[in-house]
């Protein structure tokens, strides 16, 4: 599966939302919850859309999409270093495929914070710090092997070595990975090689109290600056809250939200910005007996969008019968869809897209 690794300095309120994440997992009716590990959740992706079609066609089972997120604690300044278990800890973030960084935004004199205030900018950076340092290191070990290959006076291995030593100088500027700019398809192939930390794509989480969910305060704002330099997206949550309307039946859930003024648990803002973060892309498949929704990367064709319900439907791909999720429900039924000629008749090359309800056709 898709996995979001959760950062962040400690007691900033990474366990909070990770176990918000989680109970909200095990509540969630005909949905089969696992943990792979303690620190592993499976969780359900929200979709309104999903609910929509299900009770269109009132299905018997509704089934939604899953992403996972990566509870990765234990990160502090001088991790890279080896500091508390540190490389331990950059270690399950290389598994991960995309990272949401918690920031604490909330003061509170009772909660311990390492350096001793609240200060987004500064935890932010040393965060990304280790990160960087981390992959200054592995830039530096491919750096010295493809000098000595160099030697050779292969034009590649050379060309590559210049990219190197430009990567090198962009960490160690204090840039991460991501915003490093590289054209050339085989360099783009050595970067995916290095699996640096610092290049993948991240999203903020502004961590406030509960007061201040509205209307935001001083470190949210210095936060919401971070983001938007890096055109990340900023999620802002109160974590407390969130775990206490997690733990709620549904319809406690709902008289609690009302209360907040909120339309919707917090987590579930958190979940899709995820979902996003990792271009990742929803198609369904509608019936009476199960309606699904299913998870697939942008750009994928639809065989591969089979493949992902079985690889029987991918070998013997024939058609994908297409209705927009927008005329789905406009027409109210596949039937009515069908008739009024929006129903499409996709071939292999033909790109799902978002919101798709696919019907296949295979040959077994
Ligand atoms: P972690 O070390 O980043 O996993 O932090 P925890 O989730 O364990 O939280 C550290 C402490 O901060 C705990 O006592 C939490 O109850 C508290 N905490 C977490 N989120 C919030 C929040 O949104 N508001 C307040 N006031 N306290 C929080």
């Known amino acids: 599966g898709f996995q979001c690794g959760i950062v962040g300095l400690p007691n900033v309120g990474k366990s909070t939302i990770f176990n918000a994440l989680t109970s909200a997992a095990i509540q969630a009716e005909n949905y089969p919850f696992c943990t792979i590990e303690p620190n592993i959740g499976i969780v359900p992706v929200p979709d309104e859309r999903l609910d929509r079609l299900a009770n269109l066609v009132h299905t018997r089972n509704k089934v939604p999409t899953q992403m996972e997120f990566v509870d990765i604690a234990g990160l502090v300044r001088g991790a890279s270093r080896g500091e508390g278990l540190g490389n331990q800890f950059l270690g399950h973030i290389r598994q991960v495929d995309a990272i949401i960084h918690v920031v604490r935004c909330f003061e509170n004199d009772n909660i311990v914070h390492v350096d001793g205030s609240v200060d987004p900018l500064r935890d932010v950076s040393v965060i990304n710090t280790e990160l960087i340092l981390a992959d200054m290191e ?64 991240v999203l903020y989480v502004a961590n406030v109290s509960e007061d201040e969910l509205a209307g935001g305060n001083a470190h949210v704002a210095a936060l919401e600056r971070v983001a938007t330099g890096e055109k990340a997206e900023l999620v802002r949550i109160a974590g407390a809250i969130e775990q206490e309307i997690a733990q709620l039946a549904p319809e406690e859930q709902k008289e609690y939200l009302a209360e907040l003024q ?54 013997g791909f024939i058609r994908a019968e297409v209705i927009a999720y927008k005329d789905y429900m406009a027409c109210g039924s596949e039937a009515a869809a069908r008739d009024k000629g929006l129903m499409r008749s996709e071939g292999k090359d033909y790109e799902v897209k978002d919101g798709d309800c696919i019907l296949f056709r295979f040959n077994v």
């Open 138 to 201: 592995s830039v530096d070990k491919r750096l010295a092997r493809t000098k000595n290959q160099a030697k050779s006076g292969n034009r590649t291995l050379i060309a590559e070595l210049a990219m190197l030593e430009r990567l090198q100088a962009h960490l160690g500027a204090g840039e991460p990975a991501r915003t490093f700019v590289c054209k050339d398809e085989q360099h783009q192939g050595v970067m995916r090689e290095l699996c640096l930390l610092s290049a993948k794509p």
């Open 262 to 315: 909120m339309a919707e648990p917090g987590l579930h803002r958190l979940i899709r910005a995820g979902y996003r973060l990792l271009e990742l892309i929803t198609f369904f498949t509608v019936g009476e007996k199960e309606t699904k929704a299913w998870t697939i990367s942008q750009g994928i064709k639809a065989p591969g969008a089979a493949g992902k319900i079985h690889s029987d439907f991918e070998r």
